[in-house]
């Protein structure tokens, strides 16, 4: 299994200035990836490209050395989680929303009982009260730790977080370094966490733009 | 029964005396509401006069082609002011598809009442045909602006929602699956609303009409109930399917929404 940016550059608009200039990077199963960089620099604008929601200007992404269109970028998908940094569920108590993403037919098999969601979530640092609580009423904190259990359960080979820490403390942290990291997996992450650097296996900057 | 008592065009102009009631309060509240007013008064005045010549003359030779022509004509119209009333643009692939998604939903609810409920000899008697189409048309027109604006505009604020579900495995209408839901309940609703209250809180037009052209009551309510149930379904039935067809339209192949086609 393996991802390539092949010197990517990419603009929001034709005559705007890129935001990513010649950006190429190599991940492979066991690889855990942080990128990081000033506000605006174009961290989770690579994972949107990745992910076929925004189109290089140059360059090639290839998912196991095909090119990144229609059907590969649907394999991609299929094989993919993505932890965006505000999570939205929609409306609804979580144990309604929480399994939405488990009723596509790419995930039907994986579907885990509500015991097991539970003792996820504890195991992350959540009260199992909130199961029965609004979505939209959870806090920032609480929103990311559901999205990280979801990211486990979905039990993906690539996983794409965007600042998956940003909200936790070093319990949770630790926690979340003992489900997600596997040798198996493609974790691609932006962050700015000196603890998630430190797991790392590869660490990209990207430039501020001028 | 009462002999129906025609409305001489000096009766219907002492009738406009009564817009200066609204008129007055509205100046009041200075809503700027007054101009509107007038053009809105004027263009239903004109457009009603226009459709009741016109449908003396469609009554008169009662030819179903023409009547088929003037569907098609009053679906356009529909078409165009669905997207005008909501927060789309006028693209091609929104005009071809609510216009189809319309046409196919009148067709069908036509054909279902006109021939199996009223069971009539000639399937596209003006009579029956044009008034009945009328009726539905103008709510499929308020469901559709609901539904549509609703389905588009929640996918747009919900860009990262949207994106979470097609990057976690899920196939085009997965990911559509919870806006088309919201869409759909949203523009039910109106209709759900009025057929709950229906003859309680208000009497409706086409039965009013024919109760004031000589009907009994009960003839004006069983055509009523049908109209309803025409209603309901031909506006469920033309939301789905123009959603449907504008969502295979309006979105690339790595299924992004395409630009331009919200108004913003």
């Known amino acids: ?210 | 029964m009462m002999e129906i008592i025609d409305l001489t065009w000096t009766q219907l102009a002492i009738g406009l005396a009564i817009l200066i009631l609204p008129a007055i309060i509205l100046r009041k509240f200075k809503t700027g509401l007054l101009t509107k007013v007038g053009v809105a008064v004027v263009r239903m005045i004109l457009q009603l006069l226009f459709v009741g010549y016109y449908l003396e003359y469609l009554f008169k030779y009662d030819n179903p082609w023409i009547n088929v022509a003037w569907i098609v004509v009053m679906v356009i119209v529909a078409d165009f002011s669905t997207i005008d009333r909501s927060d789309l643009r006028r693209k091609k692939s929104l005009i071809i598809s609510i216009f189809a998604a319309t046409f196919i939903g009148i067709l069908i609810v036509d054909f279902f009442f006109l021939r199996f409920v009223i069971q009539l000899p000639n399937i596209l008697a003006a009579q029956y045909t044009i008034p009945i189409t009328g009726m539905v048309l103008g709510n499929c027109l308020r469901s559709n602006v609901i539904g549509i604006n609703d389905f588009y505009y929640s996918i747009d604020q919900n860009l990262e929602r949207y994106r979470f579900y097609l990057a976690n495995g899920a196939k085009h209408n997965e990911a559509l699956f919870p806006f088309f839901q919201k869409a759909l309940i949203k523009a039910a609703n109106p209709t759900l609303a009025a057929m709950a209250t229906i003859g309680l809180v208000s009497l409706p037009g086409m039965m009013t009409g024919q109760i004031l052209s000589g009907s009994s009551p009960l003839i004006a309510i069983k055509y009523q109930i049908m109209i309803m149930l025409a209603i309901f379904s031909g506006t469920i039935l033309c939301v789905y399917l123009a959603i449907f067809f504008s969502s295979k339209l309006v979105f690339d192949k790595n299924h992004n929404l395409k630009h331009g086609i919200l108004k913003k």
């Open chain 1, 1 to 210: 299994m393996e991802i390539k940016f092949s010197n990517i550059y990419f603009a929001y608009g034709e005559n705007k200035a890129p935001i990513l200039r010649d950006f190429s990077l190599t991940a492979k199963a066991g690889d855990v990836i942080c990128i990081k960089g000033a506000s605006g620099s174009g961290k989770t604008t690579l994972f949107k490209l990745l992910l076929g929601f925004e189109y290089p200007t140059k360059g090639k992404i290839t998912f196991n050395d095909k090119e990144l269109k229609s059907t590969q970028l649907t394999q991609l998908r299929k094989q993919s989680t993505w932890l965006p940094q505000d999570l939205n569920l929609g409306e609804g108590k979580l144990k309604e929303v929480f399994y939405y993403p488990f009723s596509f037919k790419a995930n039907e098999v994986i579907r885990p009982g509500e015991e097991y969601v539970l003792t996820t979530f504890e195991a992350l640092g959540l009260n199992k009260n909130i199961w029965d609580e609004e979505f939209k009423n959870l806090s920032t904190g609480q929103r990311q730790r559901v999205g990280l259990a979801l990211c486990h359960l979905l039990s993906k080979d690539i996983m794409l977080l965007d600042e998956p820490t940003s909200a936790l403390d070093q319990r949770s942290k630790e926690r979340v370094e003992k489900l997600l990291f596997d040798k198996e997996k493609i974790i691609i992450s932006t962050s700015h966490d000196p603890w998630w650097l430190e797991r790392c296996t590869q660490i990209v900057e990207l430039e501020p733009t001028s």
